[in-house]
């Protein structure tokens, strides 16, 4: 079956760096993301890596690598704003998004 | 900029009872998705649509249907409610199948069957 797995919740401090880990397996792969979703709003998108390497946006960053089935986001100078859930998503060979159950990260003071 | 509308935000419904969730977006995507969100669950698909005129069974189907009349909308029906179908449900769009395919979600619509 397919599967995405990633922490049920973590916890870091305000300012610091976190680091989010996704492990996948899949039939086929088309792409990963990262979606942010902040309590009772709907998911927004952060990120997506096709290729294996780091892909840099801002205070946030995504690796892959797809011979590990493994992908991570990357916090840094994190905010309080910060505080949400992080979604991993993999699309597979029809094209369609298999879902992680997410990590809700904590920020605290 | 509206992006994509969900109606009901809320709705508590009694079972047995007929409900169809609204969906409507304006950036003239061609797929469209049903998902619903349950607490430790991952996001999970209900139906698609790739294309106006066609839908899709995703992983969780029973007990729902769908049209797509049109590019624009993507109503989801439940025939005959149950608690188990108490969720959120969000509706999304993507501009196709391929490349990022990113998708852009509604606001969610929050049923609750008693």
């Known amino acids: 079956g397919q599967n995405i797995d990633q922490p049920t919740e973590m916890t870091a401090t305000e300012g610091a760096i976190v680091q989010i880990n996704c492990t996948y397996q899949?039939?086929?792969?088309?792409?990963l993301f990262w979606y942010q979703q902040h309590a009772g709003e709907a998911p927004t998108f952060l990120s997506y890596n096709v290729l294996d390497g780091l892909e840099e946006k801002g205070r946030f960053s995504s690796f892959l690598s797809r011979s590990k089935g493994y992908s991570y986001l990357l916090l840094k100078e994190l905010q309080m704003k910060d505080s949400a859930s992080y979604l991993c998503?993999?699309?597979?060979?029809?094209?369609?998004?298999?879902w992680g159950a997410g990590t809700k990260l904590i920020i605290k003071p | 900029i509206a992006g994509i509308t969900q109606a009901p935000t809320s709705q508590i419904l009694a079972a047995g009872r007929r409900m169809t969730l609204r969906c409507t977006q304006d950036?003239?995507?061609?797929?469209m998705y049903w998902y619903r969100q349950d607490l430790g669950l991952g996001l999970r698909l209900i139906h698609y649509?790739?294309?106006?005129?066609?839908?899709g069974k995703g992983e969780v189907p029973d007990g729902y249907s769908v049209s797509r009349a049109n590019t624009d909308d993507f109503p989801l029906t439940l025939a005959s409610a149950v608690p188990s179908q108490t969720s959120v449900y969000f509706c999304?769009?993507?501009?196709?199948?391929?490349?990022?395919?990113?998708?852009?979600f509604g606001e969610g619509s929050r049923l609750t069957v008693l």
């Open positions: 999304a769009s993507s501009p196709g199948l391929e490349g990022t395919g990113e998708l852009f």
């Open positions: 899949t039939s086929g792969f088309n792409g």
């Open positions: 950036m003239r995507h061609n797929a």
């Open positions: 998503a993999v699309k597979d060979s029809n094209y369609q998004l298999i």
């Open positions: 649509s790739n294309t106006a005129g066609t839908t």
